[in-house]
């Protein structure tokens, strides 16, 4: 399982730390930001999760295996949402991993190490912000949420790679995948193969067409990290419904435009200040 995740003992956490769980056969995981007395704060799909402590566990049982879960912490916040906040949810540590293993989100990885990781969604070369700047987002969001969930733009992953990191993707493409590292594998991998059909008339080799197809999924997916892509800005979380509002606009007029609500910072990043 080395390859597909970074285990971590509960006793290792620290606050602001991204952490994540497989589901399903290591088909999906589950990504949010630890706050501290094992609370962890996630998005989820579900826009009608009750108030109650195990209304977490419940949705990530039904929506992800049929394994029954290990039992509530009974803290007081596990399951607290504000109705205006959508998805975005608290849940003690128990609820939050379900029957999955505790694995821990790297950052400022190596490009060689990136690439290594054939699975998505277990690291990053962006830079984590300061613990306190992390909670403080993930805090925020959890009273004010994040905009609408999406699977391949606004997902799980994408909230904690933006309390990590401050960071979001700008696309006026309403297809546009997000910073995920799982969703960018999903698309990845078949696109890999699509590319690399015209070996087998070249090179009838089936060990050099499998092995071209994985270096172009690698590559594409180094690519769309967050840590090196040209099209993500850094913005403040009390700017976040202002972001998403202008980026559908963006999205409905078709255009391409310098945005007034920030300056670059180094390199090829703009932040919203």
Known sequence: MG????????????????????????????????????????????????????????????????IPTIACLDIPDCGFRKQTSGGVVMSCLNCFLGNGLLSRFEYGVSRLSFIAKFRGGTCTTAISDSPDSVTHRAMYLLHNGFGNYDLFANNCEDFALYCKTGYLVRSEKEEAVGGSGQASSVVGAPLAAILCLPLRLLIPSPVVVVTAAAATYSLNRYATDIGVRDDVIKVKVENIALFHGYQQQQQLDGVNQDSDLGDKPPQKRQRLS
Request: avoid cysteine; proline fraction near 2%.
């Open 3 to 66: 390859f597909l995740s970074h285990g971590v003992e509960r006793s290792d956490l620290v606050t602001g730390d991204h952490i994540y769980t497989w589901r399903t056969a290591f088909a999906y995981s589950h990504h949010g930001i630890y706050v501290g007395g094992n609370k962890v704060v996630h998005f989820t799909q579900d826009q009608h999760l009750s108030s109650s402590p195990h209304s977490t566990s419940q949705w990530l049982t039904s929506s992800f295996s049929n």
